[in-house]
């Protein structure tokens, strides 16, 4: 069993940035892949970045392209997300999520964190 806790949102003006950190209570965290996905109210879970398990591969969503970085420290068992230039549709709960597989992919996660929310004010 994996056990993600994120952490970092928060309240920001546009344009601005945040990071955010997701901890994973886990022994062989290089083996998974991770992730962060967001989600507003009404709407589907939307992908946002993934990174394999060696940190060499990521993918990002291309609306945010740019502008979020994924990275990972397997050392310390953490990934993060850093947020620039934010926009008030980035406003949505961010979750970490861990896929059972050192693969990077926007699909098929296993585990996932509680979520921390970020809002962008105008």
């Known amino acids: 069993q994996v056990q993600l806790v994120e952490s970092g949102g928060g309240l920001v003006q546009a344009g601005g940035s945040l990071s955010l950190s997701c901890a994973a209570s886990?022994?062989?965290?290089?083996?998974?892949?991770m992730g962060w996905f967001r989600q507003t109210p009404g709407k589907e879970r939307e992908f946002v970045a993934a990174?394999?398990?060696?940190?060499?591969?990521?993918a990002v969503a291309d609306s945010m392209k740019g502008r979020f970085t994924i990275s990972r420290d397997n050392a310390k068992n953490t990934i993060n997300l850093q947020m620039n230039s934010l926009k008030p549709e980035d406003t949505a709960v961010y979750f970490c999520?861990?896929?059972?597989?050192?693969?990077?992919?926007?699909?098929?996660?296993?585990?996932w964190g509680q979520g921390t929310k970020v809002t962008v004010s105008s």
């Open positions: 999520a861990a896929r059972r597989s050192p693969l990077v992919s926007s699909r098929n996660f296993d585990y």
């Open positions: 886990v022994r062989t965290f290089s083996t998974y892949a």
């Open positions: 990174i394999s398990g060696s940190g060499l591969n990521i």
